[in-house]
């Protein structure tokens, strides 16, 4: 029982890691239109995530991961909701979140790169890999974003972040950094497969945010 438990809350986070790594689109314009275009795909991930607990988690499980997901839809609804003010500060840094994003392709191939290692190795090691490649991953494109937007668009990408991947992967991924990463990921730089991966998680991921070598 203590193994299926761990797999479900390692299967959840990589759920939700994936549509997190895509938020905030590329071309990214600050719209109305284009928010009411994410707000859908939020919803529909939203009613996924909910299709994927039902049939594959415990009600324990389902609660426990509803308790991390907490807030969730009050950002999502205030983020959905025209004249707010998340969404009104997501329009004044739209357009650089998303230059910004275009600046870090060396992030998303390390990220993929790692991804492609998860399916292959032993399953105590997951969700330390997992936790430690978005850890790399959202630090990566923080410095990016900070140096070329400034504080405040960090700020708003990270609640935004978590309308997709809710405080999942800052709850269970708070631990897994410095050493306890050490020797777990491919040394920045490694070059992914990509579609060549025998990967199916580095290929899911490869259809959210496209080839961008």
């Known amino acids: 029982m203590r193994l299926r438990a761990k797999n479900v809350v390692f299967e959840s986070l990589i759920f939700t890691l994936q549509p997190a790594f895509a938020n905030n689109p590329s071309d990214a314009t600050g719209t109305d239109e284009e928010i009411e275009r994410q707000c859908g795909f939020i919803r529909e991930a939203e009613e996924c995530h909910k299709n ?6 415990t009600e324990s499980q389902r609660e ?3 308790f991390l997901g907490s807030g969730v839809k009050k950002v999502a609804d205030e983020f959905c909701t025209a004249g ?14 998303s230059e910004s994003r275009k600046d870090s392709k060396t992030c998303t191939k ?34 990016n974003l900070r140096t070329k937007c400034g504080d405040e668009a960090v700020e708003i990408s990270r609640k935004l972040v978590r309308l997709a991947a ?5 709850i269970v991924c708070q631990s897994y950094k410095g050493d306890k990463c050490a020797g777990l990921l491919p040394p920045s730089g490694t070059a992914p497969t990509g579609a060549k991966s025998n990967s199916i998680l580095s290929r899911v991921f490869l259809t959210f945010v496209g080839n961008q070598d």
Do not use: G, M, N
């Open 64 to 66: 426990l991961i509803e």
């Open 166 to 170: 809710s405080r999942l992967p800052e």
């Open 110 to 143: 390390d990220l993929k790169a790692a991804l492609e290692i998860i399916s292959d190795i032993q399953w105590d090691k997951r969700i330390a890999t997992s936790c430690c490649a978005f850890k790399r991953f959202e630090d990566c494109v923080t410095t």
């Open 52 to 57: 994927f607990t039902t049939q594959c988690a």
């Open 84 to 97: 707010t003010k998340l969404r009104e500060d997501y329009k004044k840094h739209a357009k650089c979140v």
